[in-house]
T-cell receptor, first 114, second 112 residues
Framework: DGGITQSPKYLFRKEGQNVTLSCEQN?????MYWYRQDPGQGLRLIYY???????QKGDIAEGYSVSREKKESFPLTVTSAQKNPTAFYLC?????????????FGPGTRLTVL | ELKVEQNPLFLSMQEGKNYTIYCNYS?????LYWYRQDPGKSLESLFV?????AVKQEGRLMASLDTKARLSTLHITAAVHDLSATYFC????????????FGEGTQLTVNP
C-alpha cells in the first residue's frame, strides 16, 4: 500500500530536549512538507522540500530543523529553541509543485512537552 | 501576506438540511483545496479547484471557485451525520511554489 507514515503517533518530552519526528513516504513524491496544527486552528507550514538535499523555510521555521537526504524521508527536529512545541505535527507530500499536485497528509504526531 | 478566512467557524445543523461554508482569500490565486479532518485524525483531500468557475461535486458536497471575488464555497446538500468533521480550505501561493495557506477551519456538527 502506498502512503505516508509518521512515527511515533504520540510523543512526550521534557522541556529543553530536542526531539525528532519521522516522516516516510513510498509514493515516489518529490515534494514533502511539515505543518504544525494547534487546537482549533488551521495548519501552518514549518518547512518544505521540493527535491532531495534541498529544503526551504516555511512561515514558522524558528526552532525547527529538517533534512532531506533521501527522497522517501523528511525528518523534523523540534529543538529546545522552539518556545511552544506542544502541537499536532503533520507531514505531507506531493508529486511535485505543479498545478495538479495535491498534497496528501500522513496520520500525524502529537507532541507534548512536559 | 495571504490571508484565508472561513465562515462560519462553527456550524451545527440538522440532518437533511442544506448549508454553505465560505472561504475568502486576500490575494490572487487560482488554485484552492478543500480538506476534511475528523477529530484527532489527519487531513483527507476532498477537492482541488484550479480555475475560475470550477465546480466539483462528490456525494452531498459541492465546491466552487470564483477567482475574481477571491471566494470559494463548499455546499452541503441534505446533510447526514457522517459529514460531521472540520473542513479546511487552503490556498496555494503559486509564486512561491506549492505553499498552502490554510483557513482556520469550519467545525461542522450534523445532528439527527
Amino acid at each position: 500500500d502506498g502512503g505516508i507514515t509518521q512515527s511515533p503517533k504520540y510523543l512526550f518530552r521534557k522541556e529543553g530536549q530536542n526531539v525528532t519526528l519521522s516522516c516516510e513516504q513510498n509514493l515516489n513524491h518529490d515534494a514533502m512538507y511539515w505543518y504544525r496544527q494547534d487546537p482549533g486552528q488551521g495548519l501552518r507550514l514549518i518547512y518544505y522540500s521540493q527535491i532531495v538535499n534541498d529544503f526551504q523555510k516555511g512561515d514558522i521555521a524558528e526552532g525547527y530543523s529538517v533534512s532531506r537526504e533521501k527522497k522517501e524521508s523528511f525528518p523534523l527536529t523540534v529543538t529546545s529553541a522552539q518556545k511552544n512545541p506542544t502541537a499536532f505535527y503533520l507531514c505531507a507530500s506531493s508529486m511535485g509543485t505543479g498545478t495538479m499536485d495535491t498534497q496528501y497528509f500522513g496520520p500525524g504526531t502529537r507532541l507534548t512537552v512536559l | 501576506e495571504l490571508k484565508v478566512e472561513q465562515n462560519p467557524l462553527f456550524l451545527s445543523m440538522q440532518e437533511g438540511k442544506n448549508y454553505t461554508i465560505y472561504c475568502n482569500y486576500s490575494t490572487t490565486s487560482d488554485r484552492l483545496y478543500w480538506y476534511r479532518q475528523d477529530p484527532g485524525k489527519s487531513l483527507e483531500s476532498l477537492f482541488v479547484l484550479l480555475s475560475n468557475g470550477a465546480v466539483k461535486q462528490e456525494g452531498r458536497l459541492m465546491a466552487s471557485l470564483d477567482t475574481k471575488a477571491r471566494l470559494s464555497t463548499l455546499h452541503i446538500t441534505a446533510a447526514v451525520h457522517d459529514l460531521s468533521a472540520t473542513y479546511f480550505c487552503a490556498v496555494d501561493r503559486r509564486a512561491s511554489g506549492s505553499r498552502l495557506t490554510f483557513g482556520e477551519g469550519t467545525q461542522l456538527t450534523v445532528n439527527p
